[in-house]
């Protein structure tokens, strides 16, 4: 398990991020989402070792991490960053060598990773070659290929075509089953339901979020869709209801007690047709939003 | 290979690779090899230049004049003598047989060369020389003087007190090819380590890079790589040039000194350029674009100027105190040197001053790279990059 503790950082006195705590679990994949400006990439360089805490301090499995390297990371820059003007393979190679791989066992891992993306023709072209979403496979090629303890992917699906996306969520997904802590922060608040098992939400240097996705969604879940034969306005003048949205005959609502939402049904059903009546399980990006309010 | 390096040798491995791939270094290195080795051979061609004269003589007084000159020849000068009647030779010339005739007027007092067409200004010249020292002895021996008695050009000797004149040429001349080596040196192996740092902070890798090795591992492999492709090219190209002057086949003065100091002037080339590199790696951690490096370099191209004129005209004082000033000492020390009167100590405080500052430039340069080179908006000064917080 990766952990942040009480990290803080300033810029020039500009108070950047402001005692973020949160954790990483083994086995899951964590997605980390805010605004732009919010702290992300900041939080992921202080995790890196390429910036320094003003305070606060970053362990993995208890033990703090010290010095300003991280050679067993996985990393993945927000600015994407390798060498345009270089073959793809020759790269990898210097940067699996960079990470204490032989020569050989780089060149073997890098063919093996190139091959996953269907890029092994493509190995001795030169990198500005490549589209730009071949190029973020090469990317992501790099951050794994000394089989890393740990991912920390900066904006990982930003710029890919839904196919891209797919593969991309794969080989994440294989990398967290496997135990690897894996951090990634996105924009794209759809994917964030049907890929991560722990939210971290970040905002103005503050952490709003730190748990599974789970709890999430349940500690949100105590609204209750209602589909009716007819139009749904009574439902405004019961008590026990607080009435979040009505459209015709659906309405989405709070019951303020389970015998409340008892009655109301049995109400509904003396009136006509009830077609839904559920406990409504708000997606991940509904609940960032209700959360940075 | 099977085993895994330190960083800095990856690092240093990986700039000489490339450029080794890179053709434009290649063609110019082989470019001015080439030049060095016809340069040395035009030299040595120059100096030995022989020539082969046969002279036919018609007449005693004639074979007189042939066998002095054939004494006063120039060593790269041969003279082939031979004895036969006017019709013969003219007819020996006509033929081309031989190179000309020598024929006496009837007074004794004066002569007749003949060629088939223009003759050879060296022979002309040779020929006339001796002609007049016969005709002079003869005059004088007439009078009962002896020719050794009368005072001469030579009765003039000359003396320095400092070097001799062939030595001061040398000492130019090699003044000349240290400095311009080491200048050329300086920008084709030093600006490409502040472009190969500009290039990783523009493409973001050294984000990659400085979390996986310390950027210190990273610097040291970059001057290290390009110190180790500047050496090279160096030793190749004063072993070829030194080589080719070995083997020419004219003998080229000052050998000797030149191969010993050329020695020197390999270990001094390595402190300074250490020392640039790291300036040089500074420079390309504080631009953020290639184009910035072309304002921030004017000063360093300024200096290098500088060192390359003081190496081709500095003298005296300002070019002892030149050799004691790390990068100017690189060419001035070695060419101080050349003269043969510098002691041994003189060098090697000067070396220890340039090492000394060489590791003083080295500390300041990882420091300004490692607080500059994650620094991303727009071109720093030095004294912003100082303040920079990791």
Known sequence: ?293 | MNTTSAPWLIVALREVETKLKDKAFVISTLGTLALIIGAVALTGFLGSKSADYSVAATDPLSYQVLTEAQDQRPENMSLAISQLDPGQARDQVQSQDIDAMLASSADQRSMTLTGFDELDADLEQLVSTAMRTVLTDQLLSAQGLDAFALPTADDLETEQLQGDSERSSMIRAMAFIFSFLFYMAALIFGMPIANSVIEEKQNRVVEILASTVRLRQLLAGKIIGNVILAMVQLLVFLGVGLLAAYLAPGEIPFLGVVSTVAGWFVVFFLGGFMLLAGIWAALGALATRTEDLQQSSGPIIGALVAVMFIGIYAKGGFLVLASYIPIASSVAMPIRMLSGDVALWEPLLSLAVLLAACWAVLLFSERIYRRAVMHTGGALTLRRAMKLEL
Not at chain 1, 62 to 70: Q, S, V
Request: charged fraction near 25%.
């Open chain 1, 1 to 293: 398990m990766l952990e942040v503790h009480n990290v803080s950082r300033s810029f020039a006195e500009r108070l950047v991020l402001d005692d973020v705590n949160f954790t990483v679990p083994r086995g899951a994949l964590t997605g980390f989402v805010g605004a732009n400006g919010a702290g992300k990439t900041t939080t992921m360089r202080i995790i890196m070792g390429l910036l320094k805490a003003s305070s606060g301090t970053v362990s993995l499995d208890g033990k703090p991490l010290e010095g300003d390297t991280r050679p067993h990371f996985g990393y993945m820059p927000e600015e994407r960053g390798l060498y345009p003007k270089q073959p793809i393979i020759d790269q990898l190679v210097y940067l699996g060598q960079l990470h204490s791989l032989s020569r050989s066992e780089a060149r073997r891992r890098a063919m093996e990773l190139l091959a996953r993306f269907g890029l092994d023709d493509r190995a001795k072209s030169k990198l500005e070659s490549l589209s730009l979403g071949n190029q973020q496979r090469v990317q992501v090629a790099a951050a794994l290929l000394h089989e890393p303890e740990v991912l920390i992917l900066d904006e990982p699906f930003s710029g890919l075509d839904p196919i891209a996306v797919d593969s991309m969520s794969s080989i994440l997904r294989d990398y967290a089953s496997r135990g690897v802590p894996v951090l990634f922060s996105s924009h794209q608040l759809d994917l964030l339901d049907v890929l991560v098992d722990h939210l971290v939400i970040i905002q103005d240097g503050r952490i709003l979020a730190n748990a599974s996705a789970e709890d999430l969604r349940a500690s949100q879940a105590t609204r209750h869709k209602l589909s009716l034969g007819a139009d749904a306005g009574w439902l405004r003048d019961e008590p026990g209801v607080e009435v979040i949205d009505i459209s015709g005959s659906r309405a989405l609502v709070n019951f303020q007690t389970e015998t409340d939402s008892q009655r109301v049904l049995r109400e509904a059903l003396s009136l006509g047709t009830v077609t839904e009546f559920a406990i409504h399980r708000p997606a991940l990006a509904d609940i960032y939003r209700e959360i940075i309010k």
